[in-house]
């Protein structure tokens, strides 16, 4: 589906798995999340409570992260960014 668009919560595994490579699974999720919209029963909950260790993203505003919005290009291109720790010019 080319012309779908992506979710903030399927971006996650996305940059994630390419990244550490095939079969990459963080860990489990635990009480209290980082996000208020992202329970420990989503199966994008790893990967959303991963990224934000690592500092890739910080939510959407009022604690949430807003897992089914679509991503903008110019969020992308964040999270590509600081999960490669990429330079920009």
């Known amino acids: 589906c080319p012309l779908a668009?992506?979710?903030?919560e399927?971006?996650?595994p996305f940059v994630l798995v390419a990244?550490?490579?095939p079969g990459y699974n963080p860990?489990?999720?635990s009480p209290p999340n980082t996000f208020g919209d992202v329970p420990e029963t989503s199966?994008?909950?790893r990967?959303?409570?991963e990224l934000a260790s690592r500092g890739v993203v910080s939510g959407c505003g009022g604690g949430n992260y807003c897992p089914t919005n679509p991503v903008t290009r110019a969020q992308?291109?964040?999270?590509?960014?600081k999960t490669f720790?990429?330079?920009f010019p």
């Open 5 to 8: 668009a992506t979710t903030r």
């Open 47 to 49: 990967f959303i409570e």
């Open 27 to 29: 860990p489990a999720c």
């Open 10 to 12: 399927q971006m996650a």
């Open 85 to 87: 720790a990429l330079a």
């Open 19 to 21: 990244k550490e490579g």
């Open 43 to 45: 199966p994008f909950c």
């Open 76 to 81: 992308m291109a964040v999270f590509l960014i």
